[in-house]
């Protein structure tokens, strides 16, 4: 994956001057802080949810003319 960002002048000043101290390419010190970054977080999947019939019953109805065909002025954009 390619991620493109935008650094500050200061902030590509400062890890410039971190890689330098690491001795690490610009690059390497961004990895590991992004493995440090994602350490930390905790992502809890959603237990799926069983799905219930019935449930919105009654809340929508169809339209006597849904089966009905379109008329040509609305394949034609003109509506």
């Known amino acids: 994956m ?5 650094l ?3 902030q590509e000043k ?6 330098k101290a690491r001795g690490l390419e610009k690059q390497a010190i961004l990895h590991e ?8 977080e905790t992502v809890v ?3 799926p949810r069983e799905r219930i019939a019935g ?6 109805h ?3 003319d849904f089966d009905a065909p ?5 394949w034609l954009g003109e509506e």
Not at 2 to 6: A, D, F, Q, R
Not at 55 to 60: H, I, N, Q, R, T
């Open 70 to 74: 379109l008329p040509d002025s609305f």
């Open 45 to 47: 999947e959603p237990e």
């Open 62 to 64: 169809m339209a006597e």
């Open 55 to 60: 449930l919105f019953a009654g809340k929508m």
């Open 2 to 6: 390619t991620v493109t960002l935008n």
């Open 8 to 10: 500050t002048a200061e």
């Open 33 to 40: 802080m992004i493995d440090q970054a994602l350490a930390q």
């Open 14 to 19: 400062r890890l410039d001057l971190v890689a």
